[in-house]
């Protein structure tokens, strides 16, 4: 089975651009997380899906971050405007019936 | 807040010697608790785990230690090796949900 694929890998934006990260999670997996890695804030999570459902979305994000769930194996994440502050690399993740996450390799995003 | 603490942030050891990585949460209702390593330009990958009904669990040279009383875990690098220089995230949920919250992470150097 192919694990979760992350396109790009590498995103250069200018201040104030729209960017959208794609996803495509383990196939049969039914939650899908996105999360963003900054050295200083770790690992933080900006949405979570189950089964195409919106969960939980990371509350400090919600104003210029959107992540959708267009079927059961492709989710994107738009940053619209992008900000300086939002170079960090954006890892998605899957899930199906045994807890463990699958983590991509990440999309390594920064904003100019 | 944060409900899953790690320490330290950084680690070197010698080649051989024993690594420990400490971890503590908050939330009494937390049961799992994986251990993901990282390393540089890919996702985190599930390491080992353990449910919080059992005090210890090894695979090979890794093995958690769990104290439930004092909400503590560590996980042992025993005859540690350079390939295994890499951050650690201690992680932790609750009632079988897929939903998990990440410490900060312990960046381990390990010299030959």
């Known amino acids: 089975d192919a694990g979760v694929t992350q396109t790009p890998r590498h995103e250069v934006a200018e201040k104030g651009q729209t960017i959208i990260l794609k996803c495509e999670p383990v196939?049969?997996?039914?939650?899908l997380f996105w999360y963003r890695q900054t050295k200083i804030q770790g690992l933080e999570l900006l949405s979570y899906?189950?089964?195409?459902?919106?969960?939980?979305d990371g509350g400090a994000f919600k104003d210029r971050f959107k992540a959708e769930m267009l079927n059961s194996s492709f989710s994107t994440l738009k940053i619209q405007p992008t900000e300086p502050k939002d170079s960090a690399v954006y890892l998605c993740?899957?899930?199906?019936?045994?807890?463990?996450?699958?983590f991509g390799p990440g999309t390594r995003l920064t904003v100019l | 807040q944060q409900q899953v603490r790690q320490s330290p942030q950084s680690l070197t050891v010698w080649e051989g010697e024993t690594a420990i990585l400490n971890c503590s949460y908050e939330n009494s209702a937390f049961d799992y608790f994986p251990w993901y390593q990282q390393f540089p330009g890919e996702g985190p990958a599930l390491l080992i785990s353990i449910l919080s009904v059992s005090n210890k669990k090894e695979d090979g040279r890794f093995t958690i230690f769990f104290n439930k009383r004092e909400k503590k875990l560590s996980l042992h690098i025993a005859d540690s090796q350079p390939g295994d220089s890499a951050t650690y995230f201690c992680a932790a949920s609750a009632g079988g949900n897929n939903r998990i919250f990440f410490g900060d992470g312990t960046q381990l150097v390990v010299k030959p």
């Open positions: 196939s049969g997996h039914n939650d």
């Open positions: 899906f189950r089964s195409k459902s919106l969960m939980e």
């Open positions: 993740a899957s899930t199906g019936d045994k807890y463990e996450q699958y």
